[in-house]
């Protein structure tokens, strides 16, 4: 085996670099794997544009970036080996937010809110490179019907799982999501497996309404392309009419936007459930009508990472319950990273969501 792997090293704003480094050794209680396929995460484009800080200690490279990704186990070391998880060869998915298992947070079940977190691509090295090394705790196997693209999805899936169990879903309920980039298209078919009776998608950009309408969503709603034909000027009466002056009894943000949040809030009705799923930025102010919000007896909840939700990530994906290769609409070679994130920042070619093809 090589000693050095080609990676993509991100070092500070609008900076990266493919480089050839090192191929790390596994420690006791790790695990090398060599990558496949690496999803281009939200977070990806804003670490790279300067927006938001890394997790390492100074929030700053270098660092390899990516976190949801596939591959195949290239070495084991001495915990995980002793103990028969994983071997040479196993396909597998990584979940980067690799908790300690050890703290209160941890064995209170809340391991999203890990005081000992490791996270590939974020505090460590991660998946934009040939090979990555993680922590067993943060690997599952994948099952041989699900491809190393589909796989790729877990992530983000799990934490739409995570999200969707938040909102609290009863059968037969209406149901707004907005934002139907690709956590929101998982959304709709989350929110319609799990029996949801009306499903609402509110965006703006129109070929995306339309991928949520042909995978669930009910009614579509664009909110800024006053040329649309699915154009509202008034979404909270565009609800009621849909739902005879009831409202939307769930609602769940998959975007950063303030505005959409407030708005969410709003189309909700009595004992409405509103679900806090988008990263804001460090400065945000939620403002709600604070009379109207407690004299309807509503809720707000955030929803933060997929604690103990990849089992059912990756069982959802194994059934089929949401296609999620379907979303894959522009893949790239490693060499190309770069390229990829800014392409889907600056939306070229109408990207869903976008892969690197790393081996």
Partial sequence: MASKMKAQVFYEKEKMSLEEIDIPEPTDIDVLVKVKNVGICGSDISYYYGLSPLGTPDGKGPLVLGHEF???????????AELGLFSEGDRVV???VQN???CYS??????????????????ANGGFAEYNLSRYTGLFKLPDEVSFSAGAFTEPLACVVYGMKKLSIEPGQTVAIFGPGPMGQMMVQMAKSTGAGKVI???TRDFRLEMG??????????LKDKDSKYFTKDLKASISDITGGLLAERAIVPTSSNDAFELAVEITGNAGITVHFGLPNEDDVIKIPALSFHTMDKEIRSSWLAPLA???AIRVIQEKLVDVEAFITHTYPLEETEKAIRDLAERIADPMKVQIIVS
């Fill in 70 to 80: 596939t591959g195949e186990v290239v070495k084991v070391g001495k915990v995980p």
């Fill in 94 to 96: 990584v979940n980067p």
């Fill in 100 to 102: 300690c298992n050890a």
């Fill in 106 to 123: 941890c064995s209170a079940g809340n391991t999203n809110l890990c005081n000992n977190m490791n996270v590939p691509g974020v505090t």
């Fill in 201 to 203: 998608l509110v965006g």
């Fill in 213 to 222: 309408k042909k995978y669930g969503a009910d009614y579509i709603f664009n």
């Fill in 310 to 312: 990849w089992p059912t």
